[in-house]
């Protein structure tokens, strides 16, 4: 099969279940996104008022940073339509303030593995690894770099790790070693949202040990796109000219507005039950995966330290999403999703996400599919 072909299968099948452990936003269709759109709207915003122009305080866009600001307990926000460029301008922000080019962050990091080096190829910044363990860098770590840094940047939770999260102390105490190098710290929380039951503190307490903090409205808000850069008065001013001088100044961004304040009323209350409910499907499958005898796997983090986690299992990639895509077109009932090399030959891994369609499944449900899964695996791996 062609690409193309490959990838008409693959929205057929997931488009064509009846139940999904974690359906994707590309299984709506515009109509069917337009429509949620219009049935969230009129709760989240007053739909009798003007339109944004050009990211207008008395907007939408405005609504949407203020109320992003009172949650974090920063000064201001402000709404990128981008992570990447809210990301990108931050740093820039603070290589200016601190007068360092120099980042300290993570070789896992978004920055490092999903933003093509836009800090370096963009802006002009270098970075610089703490640890490659793949965890978040310890207080001794960041205080035994052998070279100055301007600013600390912390992935929460450090997605292409497992999704993992440091303690609330060891998240305190990293950020005091940042400042006692004269660095500012950043926070790439595009996941912060759902990092506080972890953490055990409200949103506001867990910005407030940073400088700067990116949030994102889509990633589990449900939103369209767009993120926000949160911060002091001043920085968020910057902020703003940077985004014009990055084309983020959009002329009308009310859709993706609406859909974030949406997903502030709808998802962000939500989230602790869904971080909880990672648990048990985490639970499910490494039971289920030790009852149907898989000679090797992993389930991490255990447990899971927010609604996101991570599978490994020994099979190369096209055998575990062929077996998705059986499971899917034979029983009308979707698992797993996309896999990818695991890191090792003959391994591969995939994301679990826990969302409000993976509440309905019990712990039995998802042995119970797992094993027809397994079985199609198996098939797979045979030839047949």
Do not use: N
């Not at 035994?144 to 912390?154: H, I, K, R, S, Y």
């Not at 660095?183 to 990092?195: I, K, N, P, Q, Y």
């Not at 009310?254 to 989230?271: F, I, M, S, T, V």
Request: proline fraction near 6%.
């Amino acid at each position: 099969m062609t690409d193309q072909e490959e990838q008409a299968r693959r929205l057929a099948a997931w488009r064509g279940c009846e139940r999904s452990l974690m359906p994707g936003a590309r299984d709506e269709t515009v109509a069917e996104r337009l429509a949620r759109l219009a049935a969230d709207a009129p709760g989240a915003y007053d739909l009798d008022t003007p339109v944004d122009f050009y990211a207008d305080e008395e907007s939408v866009v405005g609504t949407l940073e203020r109320r992003t600001a009172e949650l974090l307990g920063t000064e201001d926000a402000v709404f990128f339509p981008t992570g990447t460029m809210a990301q990108q301008v931050a740093l820039r922000c603070w290589a200016g303030r601190t007068g360092s080019a120099t980042v300290a962050g993570h070789p896992l990091s978004h920055l490092e593995v999903h933003e093509r080096d836009a800090y370096a190829v963009v802006s002009g910044l270098r970075m610089i690894h703490p640890t490659r363990e793949p965890r978040l860098p310890t207080a001794e770590e960041v205080r035994g770099l052998d070279e100055p840094f301007g600013t600390l940047a912390l992935e929460l939770p450090l997605r292409d790790a497992g999704y993992v999260l440091p303690s609330w102390d060891e998240l305190a105490a990293v950020t005091e070693a940042a400042r006692e190098r004269d660095a500012v710290v950043h926070f790439d929380g595009a996941r912060l949202w759902e990092s506080a039951p972890h953490f055990g503190r409200a949103h506001a307490e867990i910005a407030e040990l940073a400088d700067s903090v990116y949030v994102s409205f889509y990633k589990s808000l449900g939103g369209i796109s767009g993120a926000a850069l949160a911060g002091s008065a001043d920085l968020a001013d910057e902020a703003r000219a940077w985004r014009h001088r990055y084309g983020g100044l959009a002329f009308q961004q009310w859709p993706a507005a609406l859909a974030a304040l949406a997903g502030l009323d709808r998802e962000l209350p939500r989230l602790p039950e869904y971080v909880a409910h990672a648990k048990v499907v985490a639970r499910a499958l490494d039971e289920g995966f030790t009852e149907h005898g898989v000679p090797w796997f992993r389930v991490h983090p255990d447990p899971p330290h927010t609604h996101d986690f991570r599978v490994w299992l020994p099979y190369a990639p096209e055998v575990l999403e062929e077996a998705s895509l059986r499971l899917a077109e034979e029983t009308r009932t979707a698992l797993f999703r996309r896999w990818w090399g695991g890191g090792a030959p003959g391994t591969a891994t995939t994301e679990v996400h826990v969302g409000s369609a993976a509440l309905g499944w019990s712990a039995a449900d998802v042995r119970g599919v797992l094993g027809e899964f397994l079985a199609r695996v198996r098939a797979v791996a045979d030839g047949r």
